[in-house]
């Protein structure tokens, strides 16, 4: 893995449809090792200068540093909002087998 690290790329997304579909795409592209989809997330945000709320569905797509750009594009074509939520989040630590599981998973 030497400079390679597993990250998290987070994301929210407005319906489970929408996120099932960027999901498979990255499963299926060997971009993501897993996405976990969370749903009943309560957002309050303020979009055009109006305050908004409105439930959400957690994304968490786990891949490789040197495939979270590309998550991210991808996960750009295939989301329904203007300016959709996209993070890197690193990972400290974690279970070898597992980390080694997801560099696999990834693996170009």
Not at 27 to 53: F, H
Not at 68 to 77: L, P, Q, R
Not at 88 to 96: A, P
Request: with cysteine; glycine share 4%; charged share 20%.
């Amino acid at each position: 893995m030497a400079d390679d690290a597993p990250v998290l790329v987070y994301s929210t997304f407005p319906n489970t449809a929408s996120a099932r579909a960027a999901a498979g795409v990255l499963v299926r592209k060997k971009l993501a090792a897993c996405v976990n989809m969370i749903p009943g997330m309560r957002s309050i945000y303020t979009w055009a200068d109006k305050v908004e709320e409105e439930n959400e569905i957690v994304f968490i797509a786990k891949t490789m540093q040197s495939r979270a750009e590309e998550v991210m594009a991808t996960i750009g074509e295939y989301h329904p909002y203007d300016e959709p939520a996209l993070l890197v989040l690193h990972t400290s630590g974690g279970s070898r087998s597992f980390c080694d599981w997801i560099e696999k998973q990834v693996a170009q």
